[in-house]
């Protein structure tokens, strides 16, 4: 089986069913009007878990095991906080840049 890479530019989120985080990402990167990529690992984590993970650990250079697993631009963000997080910093700086 191979597994979705993070898309190059944007949020891609890695998800699974019955993750009360993953749904309060998406709805974050929506109300934010931020595009996102959504990847539903349920397959994933049914037929090829252990692959799966050390696919994930390969791409953010830890162990991670925990969901939902956001990217930007194909770098690791974190789960729900660690998104929020950057998406309020980010929006801060961006701001800041271009207030009129």
Same mark, same amino acid.
């Given at each position: 089986?191979?597994? &979705?890479? @993070? &898309?190059?530019? #944007?949020?891609?989120?890695? =998800?699974? =069913? #019955?993750? @009360? *985080?993953?749904?309060?990402?998406?709805?974050?990167?929506? /109300?934010? *009007?931020?595009?996102?990529? %959504?990847?539903?690992?349920?397959?994933?984590?049914? /037929?090829?878990? %252990?692959?799966?993970?050390?696919?994930?650990?390969?791409?953010?250079?830890?162990?991670?095991?925990?969901? @939902?697993?956001?990217? *930007?631009?194909?770098?690791?963000?974190?789960?729900?906080? %660690?998104?929020?997080?950057?998406? &309020?910093?980010?929006?801060?700086?961006? %701001?800041?840049?271009? =207030?009129?």
């Amino acid at each position: 089986m191979e597994f &979705n890479k @993070p &898309n190059e530019t #944007g949020f891609t989120v890695y =998800s699974k =069913s #019955g993750c @009360p *985080n993953c749904l309060k990402v998406k709805a974050l990167l929506k /109300e934010k *009007n931020l595009v996102f990529n %959504e990847i539903d690992c349920d397959e994933y984590l049914i /037929e090829n878990k %252990e692959n799966f993970l050390f696919f994930i650990e390969d791409l953010v250079k830890k162990s991670c095991r925990v969901f @939902p697993m956001v990217f *930007n631009d194909t770098s690791f963000i974190g789960g729900f906080n %660690e998104t929020k997080d950057f998406i &309020n910093k980010t929006l801060i700086s961006f %701001e800041e840049t271009f =207030s009129f």
